[in-house]
């Protein structure tokens, strides 16, 4: 099968970085202790081929402590019409190593239909007996602005959805890219986890979290950083903890997907922040 490239999960409007990952943190708000038990979440946007170690790897050397990390599978932009053998193989031997693997679906910040996202939510769990999904592209704002909709609602019936498919609780990641003013994605609930930051090094070192980012459980929060250089990775990662991300992942690779790859110091150094 050949690989199609899933471009969506990096792509992010200026304004929403402008509004989102720029934001002040609160006035007097509580800074948390530093996380101690931190896992991965990698984006695994590449295709177990027989030729690749990417996958093995990956699953090999991911942190387990605590119930394990976690890594989101990305067949087409979504599932595809049909199950993929090196994909089944790949995601039971994550498994079996004790990680975690998603589904990437994508929402066009609520604007697509609640029926085809749903749909693509139900061949995951089909095709690959998936532990969850992560919802890209999801919407900071509680109401479309374009037609009125209320968007809580929205990602309520797919949290909900995806919670229905098997008796075990589901992982629901949302990546909006940036944060919401409030919390209201993790008080609805409509996300287990929420990603509350996707960019570069660059910005990631001045970047600085809302006040209720700070204030909520490490495991609900997670951090997305790429363009990073092997002499910056160990001050993410030191930041990432300071930030309240239990969820973290650290890469040099770099636009236009930079997800396509594990780093290269990936095998040079422990891959975990721990």
Wanted: aromatic share 10%; with cysteine; hydrophobic share 35%.
């Amino acid at each position: 099968m050949t690989t199609r490239p899933a471009r969506r999960a990096w792509r992010r409007t200026l304004a929403l970085l402008c509004v989102g990952l720029l934001a002040p943190l609160g006035v007097g708000s509580p800074a948390q202790a530093a996380v101690e038990n931190q896992h991965q979440l990698v984006p695994a946007y590449f295709y177990p081929s027989s030729s690749s170690s990417l996958w093995p790897t990956m699953c090999s050397r991911m942190s387990t402590t605590g119930g394990g990390s976690v890594a989101v599978m990305n067949p087409a932009s979504g599932p595809g019409t049909q199950a993929d053998s090196r994909y089944t193989s790949a995601v039971a031997d994550c498994r079996a190593k004790g990680q975690k693997v998603i589904g990437y679906v994508h929402t066009s910040y609520g604007s697509r239909s609640l029926s085809t996202v749903k749909a693509e939510i139900d061949r995951y769990f089909s095709f690959y007996k998936v532990d969850g999904v992560f919802i890209d592209e999801m919407s900071n704002s509680t109401t479309n602005s374009q037609t009125g909709q209320d968007l809580r609602e929205y990602y309520r019936q797919l949290y909900a959805h995806t919670n229905s498919k098997t008796t075990a609780k589901e992982l629901v990641v949302g990546n909006p890219g940036a944060a919401a003013s409030t919390n209201w994605q993790l008080s609805t609930p409509v996300a287990d986890v929420v990603v509350v930051f996707e960019g570069t090094w660059s910005t990631y070192q001045s970047w600085t979290p809302r006040s209720w980012v700070l204030q909520q459980p490490s495991e609900k929060i997670a951090n997305l950083v790429y363009a990073t250089p092997a002499d910056r990775r160990a001050r993410a990662c030191a930041l990432s903890k300071e930030r309240n991300a239990g969820h973290f992942y650290v890469t040099n690779d770099v636009a236009p997907n930079p997800w396509d790859t594990l780093p290269s110091y990936w095998s040079r150094v422990a891959p975990t922040c721990t």
